[in-house]
């Protein structure tokens, strides 16, 4: 059995719900008539791996109702165990078959991480461990030509979709079968638009 119609589907609904987001032409009525279908349980198509900026709505700039994507947020968009715990949950028992790492522009956290390797600037208490887990990827981009920030958001959307299939074995395992797909993508700020890589 192949999944790459189910695969091309759900990233096919993420990119026409962007494109409604952008346009101002959502088509989702208000949540509340739904919330008694939903109790019975969840099926989403999709699972976004996204930052808590509070600019970065992961259901609003994609047009979807609720118990359509499983959402996980942490400031920077990065892996640990427990987010990926409940990732691995998502595709495993919830079938959910796309994996999206969401970056965004102007991140707080990429750029805490950015001061942090350039200038030594230490953030307070647990602010620090975000910081040095979104760091790789700005050491990583130090020297390449263009905007040092912009460089490092695409990194760490880079490096946090291979740690989800290294980090895991469910998910390695469904993405060599073919059965899930990881990709990463970039939300504008200013625009709206989520470019997918």
């Not at 947020?73 to 919830?94: C, K, P, T, W």
């Not at 490096?159 to 993508?185: C, D």
Request: glycine share 10%; with cysteine; proline share 5%.
């Amino acid at each position: 059995m192949t999944f790459r119609p189910v695969l091309d589907h759900a990233l096919d609904l993420l990119r026409a719900g962007n494109a409604r987001f952008v346009a101002g032409t959502p088509q989702h009525e208000p949540y509340g008539p739904r919330i008694a279908a939903l109790a019975a349980g969840q099926h989403p198509f999709a699972i976004v791996l996204g930052c808590s900026d509070s600019r970065v709505p992961v259901e609003t700039i994609f047009d979807q109702v609720p118990g359509k994507v499983f959402v996980v947020r942490v400031a920077g968009n990065f892996v640990n165990d427990d987010n990926l715990g409940s990732i691995e949950y998502a595709v495993d028992v919830l079938k959910a078959r796309l994996v999206v790492v969401l970056g965004h522009s102007n991140c707080g956290a990429v750029s805490a991480a950015l001061a942090f390797v350039r200038d030594g600037t230490v953030q307070r208490s647990r602010i620090q461990g975000i910081v040095e887990a979104v760091a790789p990827a700005v050491r990583a981009t130090r020297d390449l030509p263009g905007d040092w920030l912009i460089n490092a958001v695409e990194r760490n959307v880079a490096l946090n979709v291979q740690a989800l299939i290294r980090g895991s074995p469910i998910i390695a395992e469904l993405v060599e079968a073919g059965e899930v797909e990881v990709i990463g993508g970039i939300y504008n700020v200013g625009t709206g638009v989520v470019a997918f890589a």
